[in-house]
């Protein structure tokens, strides 16, 4: 209930937060709103790649997609196979018409060729590491166990954001059950990969946890260290207890103390009843027996 008041909240900071926001430039907006989740011809992340989709879709369906993307889910064929193939729907998106007309027109100059580099700091966009020493898959064994430390919340993250555990589930050894709100990451490495890992947390696109970092964003190192994590966390799933088994055993070691306890109140209360009866019933033979 808290959390469903949480997410709520969420939501509502969110659309607040982009209702002030004005009608900008169509890359620092694409980079805002859409590029946690969608190339210009680099390759699919989250959603499809959009190089072209300007010339594929009308402007008229990209507006009004981008709004109300949930709710074509349930009438367009099109977007029906998207979310069979991506995994889950486009969240909708709150941006204006005017703000989608600008990313149709920047996803139209950048089509055939690469993203443009810009310079904005609206967002602390992160753009996959070329260094090398931040390929989560060179990490090494301190960078991982820096990444659990800050997934877990036993390090703080720097700005303060609060520790991914609150919502998200690892399976790991080291780790104790995290939370169910949202999805499980154990595998999210090898569905979005280091590049879709980086666009998730430099622009969350999800309200709840848009709402958690918009002013306490990750740094990129602790991005590059959770990724390492994720990565490594992926890699040893099979090596994992696993999570169900600890579930059952929490369940029916639960089940048995209850029985246990419930067995002693009750014994106990069979016991003072018994007590109490035999008590009274003395009493009462020693007063018949003394008022005789
Ligand atoms: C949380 C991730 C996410 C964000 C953020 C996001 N999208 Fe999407 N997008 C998706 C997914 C997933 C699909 C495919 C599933 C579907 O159809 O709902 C999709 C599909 C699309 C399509 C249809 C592509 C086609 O080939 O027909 C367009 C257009 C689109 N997105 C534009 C945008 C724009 C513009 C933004 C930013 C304002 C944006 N998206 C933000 C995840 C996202
Ligand atoms: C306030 C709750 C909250 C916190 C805190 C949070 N997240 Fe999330 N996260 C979400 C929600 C909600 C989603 C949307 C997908 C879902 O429903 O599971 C999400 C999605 C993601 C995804 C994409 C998952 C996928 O398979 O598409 C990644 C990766 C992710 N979070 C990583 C993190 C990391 C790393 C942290 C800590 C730095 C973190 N999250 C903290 C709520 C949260």
């Not at 999800?206 to 966390?233: C, G, H, R, V, W």
Request: proline residues 5%.
């Amino acid at each position: 209930m808290k959390m469903k008041l949480k997410l709520i909240g969420a939501t509502v900071s969110i659309v607040l937060s982009g209702m002030t926001m004005n009608a900008q430039d169509g890359a620092s907006l694409f980079k805002q709103t859409c590029s946690a989740c969608h190339t210009i011809g680099k390759g699919k992340l989250v959603g499809p790649d959009l190089k072209g989709v300007n010339t594929k879709r009308s402007e008229a369906w990209i507006t009004s997609f981008v709004k109300n993307a949930q709710a074509f889910g349930e009438k367009d064929a099109d977007a029906k196979a998207m979310i069979t193939e991506f995994g889950y729907p486009m969240p909708n998106q709150n941006v204006s018409d005017a703000d989608i007309k600008a990313i149709i027109k920047y996803i139209g100059e950048n089509s055939p060729t690469e993203v443009a580099q810009t310079t904005e700091t609206a967002a602390p966009v992160v753009e996959t590491p070329a260094d090398p020493a931040l390929d989560p898959a060179n990490a090494n064994h301190d960078d991982i166990l820096a990444g659990l430390m800050l997934f877990s919340g036993e390090h703080r993250l720097s700005n303060k954001g609060p520790s991914c555990i609150t919502c998200h589930n690892v399976l790991h050894g080291d780790l104790i059950a995290g939370g169910l709100l949202a999805k499980d990451l154990t595998k999210v490495y090898e569905r979005l990969g280091a590049a879709g890992i980086n666009g998730m947390l430099s622009a969350p696109p999800f309200p709840a946890m848009a709402a958690s970092y918009k002013d306490s964003p990750l740094t990129e190192k602790e991005i590059f260290q959770l990724s390492a994590f994720f990565n490594d966390a992926a890699k040893n799933t099979i090596y994992q207890p696993q999570r169900t088994y600890n579930d059952n055993l929490l369940l029916y070691g639960g089940g048995v103390a209850f029985i246990i306890i419930a067995s002693i109140i009750l014994l106990m209360f069979i016991e003072r009843k018994r007590k109490c009866v035999k008590e009274d019933i003395y009493k009462r033979q020693i007063k018949a027996a003394s008022s005789k």
